[in-house]
Nanobody, 127 residues
């Protein structure tokens, strides 16, 4: 059974940075496509970023248009942890951020394609 535990959320001013972590247990993150989603107040959960292994030691990442150039997803094999580095944060980035994993290595932006979810971590960006 795959378990995902997020951490690193908090309150930050606009223009600031945060790094979210997702500790993976039950499988190595390198054998699954991993994603970050978020749910802003009053909105549906949406795709933020995803990462998957594309070779022996290479990874491919994909991003929502709204975060391209500001967010970066990465992973640490030794720690079996996936990160989301968030820079130049905006008030509209305020949301609960969720880590997700899916069986296999294909990246998708669709929530239903991810079988495993963390509990979420709150990110609040003040203006």
């Amino acid at each position: 059974q795959v378990q995902l535990v997020e951490s690193g959320g908090g309150l930050v001013q606009a223009g600031g940075s945060l790094r979210l972590s997702c500790a993976v247990s039950g499988r190595t993150f390198a054998s699954n496509a991993m994603g970050w989603f978020r749910r802003a107040p009053g909105k549906e959960r949406e795709f933020v970023a995803a990462i998957t292994r594309s070779g022996a030691s290479a990874y491919y990442a994909d991003y929502a248009d709204s975060v391209k150039g500001r967010f970066a997803i990465s992973g640490d094999n030794a720690k079996n942890t996936v990160y989301l580095q968030m820079n130049s944060l905006k008030p509209e980035d305020t949301a609960v951020y969720y880590c997700a994993a899916r069986r296999g290595l294909g990246i998708t932006h669709t929530m239903a394609d991810y079988e495993y979810w963390g509990q979420g971590t709150q990110v609040t960006v003040s203006s």
